[in-house]
């Protein structure tokens, strides 16, 4: 009988944990990332992706006034940035709050696009379909985006010049429920620049047939959300082998960085062994 109770009370605390407490611990994770020989000084970059704004800023109001105070040279974010309509406004007015020298740029994700509700996600996860019953008014989203200078990005890119290195950004449509197109969104590569790819899911990079991009950031995998330790985690939601669920690895000669990101679906929401983030890097020659 007693063994019975610790493993209840066990049982609760981690369930406690991962419903209410990790899900609200944010960290600022700082990674280096050298030998970009394109580049002859530093640059940094706040990376930030699968926040799941909804119409309450809730915990995270804390942690977005810390990162407001940051000013890197860029700022991305990768796709699922809102996680239904009424997260637009709570959007616009925390992201116009972040200032980075060079610009914030931004992809879509698949959530967006859809408002996913329970049976949604089921049927997501059961391999049952990609997109939701219900739509995002993800025009609206995107329009009130570019008004506070976001460079919204969908299958396009951008030069420009940070710290007088010539930098490329690029950006896909979501990879999950739209069409990507890298002959778009990588027109303007070259050999002379540093060119960094912006996707929402890594999986897209199954499709790169582009030789020369050099740095990719990607979210949509939430780390797995749920993490043995030890072991890794349970879900992966990702045709690339387990180690490209979250973190910095190196695909094809590409640098590749899949963040944990910041939030979850509304009704896919606990987090174990896998804090929520954003990232601050340095990349450097």
Known sequence: MIWLLILIFLASVILFWAFFVEPNWFRLRRVKITGQKKLRKPITILHLSDIHFTGNLGSKRG????????????????????????????????????????????????????????????????????????????????????????????????????????V???????????????????????????????VHHLDALLKLSHHGVDLVFAGHTHGGQIRIPFLGPLVCDSKLPRKYVAG????????????????????????????????WFEVAP
């Open 63 to 166: 942690f977005f006034q810390r990162l407001s105070m940051l000013n890197p040279d860029l700022i991305f974010l990768t796709g699922d940035i809102i996680d239904n309509s009424e997260g637009i406004d709570t959007a616009v007015r925390t992201i116009s709050g972040l200032r980075a020298h060079y610009g914030t740029f931004l992809v879509l994700g698949n959530h967006d696009y859809y408002d996913y509700k329970t049976v949604d996600n089921i049927r997501y996860h059961l391999g049952l379909g990609k997109t939701a019953i219900n739509r995002n008014n993800v025009n609206r989203f995107c329009s009130e985006l570019k008004r506070i200078g976001v460079h919204v990005l969908i299958n396009e890119s951008m030069k420009l010049q940070v710290h007088g290195n010539p």
């Open 168 to 198: 490329l950004i690029g950006g896909t449509d979501d990879p999950v429920t739209q069409k990507i197109d890298f002959e778009k969104a990588l027109h303007h590569l070259s050999a002379e620049t540093l060119n960094i790819l912006l």
């Open 248 to 279: 910095l690895h190196t695909y094809k000669d590409i640098t590749v960085f899949v963040s944990r990101g910041m939030g979850a679906g509304r009704s896919i929401f606990p987090r174990f062994a896998c804090r929520p983030e954003a990232i």
